[in-house]
C-alpha cells in the first residue's frame, strides 16, 4: 500500500535515590499514583527493536508497544490477535488472513495487510520458525488493503502456531517502511499498534523509561486468556526504572515507591514473603533453564572435545546453590528439552556425573588441543544469579588450567558484545550464560536456542546438519508418540556435537507490593496488561 493510500484512509529514578515524577511532565497530565505502576526489570533496555535481539527485556517492550497477528492462550493454543478472519485452502496449501477493524499505528495512520507481510518477511529471516515457514512457502502477500495469503510448497499443519509462538523473537507487526529495514540493522521508531505508547519525551536512557495507555487501541471483545484475548490496559502509565542494585530495589518496593521488581536476589525471599504488604509471584510456572552458550565460531570451542569437556566441568547442584540459592526453587536437568515437558527423556545423558567429572574436563581439553589461550566469558554484574553463576565458572576453569577471564557489564552490555562473532581481540567472547522458559524448550521450530545451523543460527553459532536434519521433521510428525522417539534422537545427537551446556531448571518468582495485583502467569514474557492496582 502506497504512501498516499494510507493518508487517505487516516481515521525516576538513580540508584539509590528517592522517586518522584519526571518534572519534565506536566501536572496536568500526570498520571495519579493509583493509575501508575513503577517497575524494575531484570537488566536495563538498550536494544528497542524485538527481532534484532532475543533478549527478553526487548521483547517486553515489543509486547508493550506491537501487536501479534496470532497469541498463545493460557493452554498454549494459538488464538486470532490482530487476525479477525482466516481460512485455510482444501489442499492445506494456502492461508487467507484478514485483519480485524480497529487496527491502527501510534502516528495516527491505519494497520494495512502490507504491514503483515514486510513484518513476516523480516522475522523470518532471524526466526527459526520463520525461516522454516519460508523454506516451504512459495508466496506471501498482500490480497488487499486488510487481507493477505500465504501460499505453501507444501502443508505446514503448525503454520499458526508458529506465528503465534512467542519464542523470540516473536513476530510483533511493524509498520511497513519499518519492517523493509534488514533483520540487522534496528528499528528505532518505536511506533507499533499495540496496547501502550512508547514515552520519548520522559526516555532516559540508562534510569527510566515510561509506557503510556494508548488510549485508541481497540482490544478484541474476548476476556483475557493467556497472552490471548481482550488486552485491557488498566492503568495510565508504566515506568520501568533502572536499578542495577536489587537489594536498592527492594529497599525502595518496602518503601512503596516501586509497585514490581523483576528477579529479586534469592536470599531476600524470606524477608519478603514475611512483609505483609510484599509478595512472591511466580508468572512462569514452566520455570527456567538456565545454560552455557559456547563460541563453537572459535577456539577452544570450535573442537567438540573441548565442549564436551564443559559437560563434565559443570556440577549442577553447585551451580544452582550459587545462582538460585534455595533447593525448593531448582533441580538439575540433563535432556533438552527440560524437566516435565512431554518430550524430556534421558537419551545419552551418560555424561552427567553428581558432582561433576573436572579430571575428564581437563582430559578433554587437552585432547582438543588447548594451548594457554584467553577464555572470555561475559559476566553480567546486575544480575546476581548469573553473576555468580560465571564467577563460579572463572574459578572452575582455573582449578583445572584454563586460562578464564571475565569481561564485566551489566547485562545490556552483554546482550550487545554477544552478537559479535569476531576474535577476542576484536571484542569477541568465548562464553556467555543465559536462561529461558521451560516452555520454550518444548518448541524446536521457534526456540533459537535449539537451532544447530551454524552462522545462521543464534548466538554461539554450533552446527550440526544431522540434528537440523531431525528438526526439520518436527512439524510433520503427526502424533505424540512420534515426536518423543523424534525427541530421542535428536537428544542423542544434540549431546554428542553439544550445543550448549545446561546449569540446572528453576522458577524465579517476581516480588510486587500487594496493591498491584491482576498480572498474567505465562513463560518466556512478561505482559503488562490487565494488570491494576487498588
Known sequence: MTISRRDLMKASLVAGAGLSIPSVLPAQTAPTATRTVRMVKASDLRIFDPIFTTAVITQDHGLAVYDTLFALDSKFMPQPQMVGKWGVSDDKKTYTFELRDGLGWHDGTPVMAADCVASIHRWAQIAAGGQLIMERAKDISKKDYKTFTIALKEPLGLLTEILGRYSSPDLFIMREKDAKRPPTEQVTANIGSGPFKFN???????????YDRNEKYVPRSEPADGFAGGKLVNVDRVIW????????????????????????????????????????????????????????????????????????????????????????????????????????????????????????????????????????????????????????????????????????????????RRANKGSIENGGWNIFITSESGFSRTDPLGNPALLANGDRGWYGWPSSEEYEALRAKWADVETLDERKALARQMQRVWWDFVGDILLGQYVSPIARRTTLAGLIEMPAVNPMWNMYKT
Open 200 to 210: 520519548e519525551a520522559l526516555a532516559k536512557p540508562g534510569v527510566s523509561f515510561a
Open 241 to 416: 526504572d533502572n536499578i542495577a542494585d536489587q537489594h536498592t530495589a527492594i529497599a525502595a518496593l518496602r518503601r512503596g515507591e516501586i509497585d514490581y521488581v523483576e528477579g529479586p536476589p534469592a536470599d531476600l525471599y524470606s524477608a519478603i514473603e514475611s512483609d505483609p504488604d510484599l509478595a512472591l509471584q511466580v508468572r512462569n510456572k514452566t520455570g527456567s533453564v538456565m545454560h552455557l552458550r559456547l563460541n563453537c565460531l572459535r577456539k577452544p570451542f570450535d573442537n567438540v572435545k573441548a565442549r564436551q569437556a564443559m559437560l563434565h566441568l559443570v556440577d549442577q547442584e553447585v551451580f544452582m546453590r550459587a545462582a538460585i540459592g534455595d533447593p525448593k526453587y531448582f533441580q538439575t536437568v540433563t535432556s533438552i528439552f527440560g524437566n516435565g515437558t512431554p518430550y524430556s527423556n534421558d537419551e545419552n545423558t551418560g555424561w552427567y556425573k553428581k558432582g561433576g567429572d573436572p579430571e575428564k574436563a581437563k582430559q578433554l581439553f587437552k585432547e582438543a588441543g588447548y594451548a594457554g589461550e584467553k577464555i572470555v566469558i561475559l559476566q553480567p554484574t546486575n544480575l546476581p544469579a548469573f553473576d555468580n553463576a560465571v564467577q563460579l565458572l572463572a574459578a572452575a576453569l582455573r582449578k583445572i588450567g584454563i586460562l578464564a577471564e571475565l569481561a564485566p557489564s551489566d547485562w545490556g552490555g552483554v546482550v550487545t
